[in-house]
T-cell receptor, first 113, second 113 residues
Framework: GESVGLHLPTLSVQEGDNSIINCAYS??????FIWYKQESGKGPQFIID?????DKRQGQRVTVLLNKTVKHLSLQIAATQPGDSAVYFC????????????FGKGTTLSVSS | DTAVSQTPKYLVTQMGNDKSIKCEQN?????MYWYKQDSKKFLKIMFS???????INETVPNRFSPKSPDKAHLNLHINSLELGDSAVYFC????????????FGDGTRLSIL
């Protein structure tokens, strides 16, 4: 079945460090991937997305890498700040008729200053 | 000027009751969704509507009935509430095609006593 998972449920870093959050997906037919950030008491907030015809995409302080060979997705956050503390989810397009977002289980990022 | 707003934010009720959650988006999007997030933070698609028409129903019990009076609104009515319905319910919207990031509301925390 389709599933999107994460390698680590929690990640603790120091302020200023670079963070890498990993995600493995199982549906090789997926062609669109998104990273979301969810702060306590809030809804998921879009960070960055990538299509399957790309292997890297950069945003402001964030980079998403896609390795289709091993079905692996990662989110890199440069110079991590306390405000980056949240739960991070990867998601892929899948589900019924291939039109639903399938979310991974989430990685909780804790940034200490 | 919240993009996706849902009410109420908190809902505490007894088992067996019927309740509704409302969602509105002012982004001009054609597609709206309901997701359920359990106590372990796992997010799962429930329904998707495109231009007021149901396009996804991911094996949700028929006690849950979404209603879309217009493309800016997607309400969720739940009959005969059960303990297992306790969760956070998120509404989201996106442009017509699925390959656009979905924008989420801040959730409705439903607690069944």
């Amino acid at each position: 079945g389709e599933s999107v998972g994460l390698h680590l449920p929690t990640l603790s870093v120091q302020e200023g460090d670079n963070s890498i959050i990993n995600c493995a997906y199982s549906n090789s037919a997926s062609d669109y991937f998104i990273w979301y950030k969810q702060e306590s008491g809030k809804g998921p907030q879009f960070i960055i997305d990538i299509r399957s015809n790309m292997d890297k995409r950069q945003g402001q302080r964030v980079t998403v890498l896609l390795n289709k060979t091993v079905k692996h997705l990662s989110l890199q956050i440069a110079a991590t700040q306390p405000g980056d503390s949240a739960v991070y989810f990867c998601a892929e397009i899948g589900g019924q008729a291939g039109t639903a977002l399938i979310f991974g289980k989430g990685t909780t990022l804790s940034v200490s200053s | 000027d919240t993009a996706v707003s849902q009410t109420p934010k908190y809902l505490v009720t007894q088992m067996g009751n019927d309740k509704s959650i409302k969602c509105e988006q002012n982004l001009g999007h054609d597609t709206m969704y309901w997701y359920k997030q359990d106590s372990k933070k796992f997010l799962k698609i429930m329904f998707s509507y495109n231009n007021k028409e149901l396009i996804i129903n991911e094996t949700v019990p028929n006690r849950f009935s979404p209603k879309s009076p217009d493309k800016a609104h997607l309400n969720l009515h739940i009959n005969s509430l059960e303990l297992g319905d306790s969760a956070v319910y998120f509404c989201a919207s996106s442009q017509d095609t699925i390959s656009q990031p979905q924008h989420f509301g801040d959730g409705t925390r439903l607690s069944i006593l």
